[in-house]
């Protein structure tokens, strides 16, 4: 099975462009498992406030936690996090067709978060697409070995390889 992954350079770029895919892949009746991410700036200089949304319907889940300003610690809200991982992998026992994550992150690099539902979803023929950052690059290409793919961090590159992966699937 295939795992795409997506790398964008701007900052939220690449939750803005797998969120859009996800809107678009549903609109064509795909069956979605999985998150991906809304960001909101906030104006008193501490980030952003970061959001998943639990596909295809679910909840909205803030996994980001204010620590002030001039912090530099990790923002993200372990406990939401794996509560996210808990609810999708619920959902992929309905039939779902591609699993989408926002972003193969320092918990998945670590071993934590998506990544035993990616591996999962990979060993049940599901494919996965996600988001990759430059930081974690090569933890993820660790993990996914040969069955990572880069996709072109554009909309229509993502929507077409996400179809022919599952016409591929269907097949």
């Known amino acids: 099975m295939r ?3 997506v790398t964008a350079g701007g900052r939220g ?3 803005r462009l797998l969120s859009g895919l996800a ?4 609109a064509r009746g795909v069956r979605l498992a999985g998150v991906v991410q809304q960001n909101t700036e906030r104006e008193d200089d501490c980030g952003c406030d970061m959001d998943v ?3 295809p319907d679910g909840p909205l889940l803030r996994i ?3 620590l002030g300003a001039g912090s530099s610690g990790c923002r993200l809200d372990a406990g939401a996090l794996e509560e996210a991982v808990g609810l999708v992998s619920a959902s992929l026992a309905d039939r779902a067709e591609l699993l989408m994550v926002n972003k193969f992150g320092k918990h998945e690099a670590d071993g934590r ?4 539902l990616i591996g999962e979803a990979v060993a049940g023929g599901m494919p996965v697409i996600v ?3 430059a930081s974690n690059m090569a933890a993820f290409l660790d993990f996914a070995g040969d069955f990572a793919e880069p996709v072109p961090p554009e909309s229509e590159a993502m929507e077409a390889w996400a179809l022919g992966v599952l016409s591929e699937t269907a097949a």
Do not use: A, H, N, T
């Not at 809107?23 to 549903?26: E, G, I, M, N, P």
């Open 53 to 55: 949304r639990v596909l």
């Open 23 to 26: 809107v678009q892949l549903k």
């Open 64 to 66: 980001s936690q204010s």
């Open 131 to 133: 988001g990759v950052g």
């Open 13 to 15: 770029d690449g939750d």
């Open 3 to 5: 795992i795409g992954y």
């Open 113 to 116: 978060g998506f990544r035993g």
